[in-house]
């Protein structure tokens, strides 16, 4: 309900802050410049608040669109809710802003802190993440409301110009902000350190527009509540980084257990590695504790368990190099050398070329105890080329280069990469992607794509299957039992429990069952066989009954008629 204007009394005096020119210790241009400035820093702030919401929803959710449309929707509707309610503070701006950006400080830099510890010790972050796009949604819609006043204050002149001005320097702001959060905060600082240095400039850069510029506007009460607010919010933030560390490393024990001995951001996800470090860490063997099994977990989702990695592998590798020639091979993905591990096994492998994304795990790889002893340092055999790229955009290039420059054709493509069902991996799944692909298998060639779980997401799967159907390629798709219960599309505990880890049971030991599957699609220019290589040792744990069980059950739950999924309509988040 509007109210109705008051009528104006003549004498009568107005309220004093929006219609009397400021007191200020400054001349009216440099107040006004301060004013631009401190709107400049904030909407730089308030841009990264939003950016790190979506970056760690992202990580602690999956599905990057999304986390995207939910924290940018609600974000956008809760500041159109705080300039309604900032039209209440206007006879006070100058408190009503010092509050605000104390309160925005806060809120805005612990977030990453609070979202972090709602997935770690209560296994969701979905409402805390809405609840803090909501409470920075609001705070910062409460901004220019009151900035617009105090500008007003300072120099009065019409409202178009004063509207220009203000959000000229706000949106300036916003590119700051947006490119800062990437190129320094992330990569310098981190999510939980870099939000809260974040709030730390937004306390400062309020606290100084109103405690000096338009400290005349205060009364005595209210200068020392908001200095001493101040205050609180900047040794809470300074608090917050310097427990930055430990809290980080009490959350990953609380999501991995005591197990977690390697965790590293890499500038492209954070690795986190339990257990491996026994005598005969691996395939089911291995003490409690740091000597488990080894598991390898990116950005939460777990990718390689030693109990079961050798089966998954196996998978993989085997049926696709048993169905013809296999001297040149290409593994897109994979950088933890276990497929490459199978491929060795091969006599007439002549050459393997590995296309990894992120350079930190590949230094894994090769270096860890554990990780290299599980992968029998396949990445040192010298028949090997490591090539560290973005498969997509290295399957492009191939394309691109003169006849005279390209890639011999490969025998064998392994597709080992994430899940489809991650946002940031659906264009590995693209009718382009495949496209590509294709272009440089030999005459012969075969590719084979791990494509998810069949049966608890059989629609996914499936559509994989069509997508690489789509390119002209006959396809078997088949499947395996024993993925473990944790290794699936997304890491947010509440859509899918990790097993309980304590002090003494490692997470890198989770369960796996006969309804769990693997799921997997051989594809070549003519229907390929599925079976097992008579030049390569037997399997450790694949048999050719198994994989033709495999083949028969997929068969049997074939989805027809599903459309292929291409870079502009991606299929796999429907």
Known sequence: MIDPPEPVLTGAPGPPEAMTPARLPVPAGPGRLLVLAVVFVCAACGLVYELELVALATYLVGDSVTQASVVLSVMVFAMGVGALLAKRLRCRAAVGFGAVEAGLALVGGSSAMALYACFAWFGQSRSALVGFSL?????????????????????????????????????????????????????????LTGALLTGGVNAVAGGVLVLWLFRDDLSARARWALLA????????????????????????????????????????QEVVMTGGTGDGAGAGQGRKGLGGPLALYLDGRLRVSAETEY???????????????????????????????EILRHRSVRSVTVVELDPGVLRLARSDPGLSRLNHHSLSDPRVRVVTADAFEWLRQQGLRGRGRRQAPFDVIVSDLPDPGIAASTKLYSQEFYGLAARLLAPGGRLVVHAGPPVERARLYWTVESTVRSVGLATVPYRLAGRPASFYGGPDRTAAPVASVDAEVPA?????????YWGFVLAARHRPRLGLAPDAPPP?????????????????DRMPGLPASTLMHPRYLD
């Open 135 to 191: 409470a920075i949604g609001i705070l910062i819609g409460a901004e220019v409301p009151l900035l617009m006043t105090l500008i007003q204050r300072v120099r009065r002149q019409d409202a178009g110009g004063a509207v220009a001005d203000l959000f000229a320097a706000d949106y300036v702001g916003a590119l700051v902000g947006g490119l800062a959060f990437p190129f320094l905060l992330l990569p310098g600082f981190g999510q």
């Open 229 to 268: 607010g101040n205050a609180l919010v900047l040794a809470l933030l300074a608090a917050g980084v310097l427990l930055a560390a430990p809290f980080e490393r009490a959350a990953r024990q609380a999501v991995y257990g005591s197990s977690a001995r390697v965790a590293v951001q890499t500038g492209i």
């Open 311 to 341: 089966r998954y592998h196996e998978a993989l590798v085997h049926p696709a190099m048993a169905a013809g020639p296999h001297r040149r091979v290409l593994v897109l993905g994979g950088g933890d050398g276990l497929a490459v591990r």
């Open 508 to 516: 890198a030991a989770p369960s796996a069952g006969p309804d769990r």
């Open 540 to 556: 450790a744990g694949l048999t050719c009954a198994e994989l033709q069980a495999g083949r028969r059950g997929e068969a049997h």
